[in-house]
Nanobody, 122 residues
Framework: QVQLVESGGDLVKPGGSLRLSCAAS????????MGWYRQAPGKQRELVAH???????NYADSVKGRFTISRDNAKNTVYLQMNSLKPEDTAVYYC????????????????WGQGTQVTVSS
């Protein structure tokens, strides 16, 4: 069984910063890409950023230059440093990991966390 647990969401004022963390645990053989998605009320879930096992990154245009994704492979953890936050960044942020479990059926798949709320408001 695999779990992804996010933390770090909070209420912050515009221009402020937050750091999200997501730790994957359980029966994991290997993790490929890890990423962050977000979903605002009434909108579809969208990609924020993702990072490969080797450290290659990709960002949504709306967060480039403000957000930084990183990961610690030894801890199976991915981070999202969010700076210069704007009200339009308000959303539930979800962690995603493409991984191979170490138990049957040994099939690579995408796993999701439960989400953490980020609210940017004065």
């Amino acid at each position: 069984q695999v779990q992804l647990v996010e933390s770090g969401g909070d209420l912050v004022k515009p221009g402020g910063s937050l750091r999200l963390s997501c730790a994957a645990s359980g029966s994991i053989f290997s993790i490929n890409v890890m990423g962050w998605y977000r979903q605002a009320p009434g909108k579809q879930r969208e990609l924020v950023a993702h990072i490969s096992k080797s450290g290659s990154t990709n960002y949504a245009d709306s967060v480039k230059g403000r957000f930084t994704i990183s990961r610690d492979n030894a801890k199976n953890t991915v981070y999202l440093q969010m700076n210069s936050l704007k009200p339009e960044d308000t959303a539930v942020y979800y962690c995603n990991a493409n991984l191979m479990p170490s138990v049957p059926p040994f099939r690579r798949d995408n796993y999701w966390g439960q989400g953490t709320q980020v609210t940017v408001s004065s």
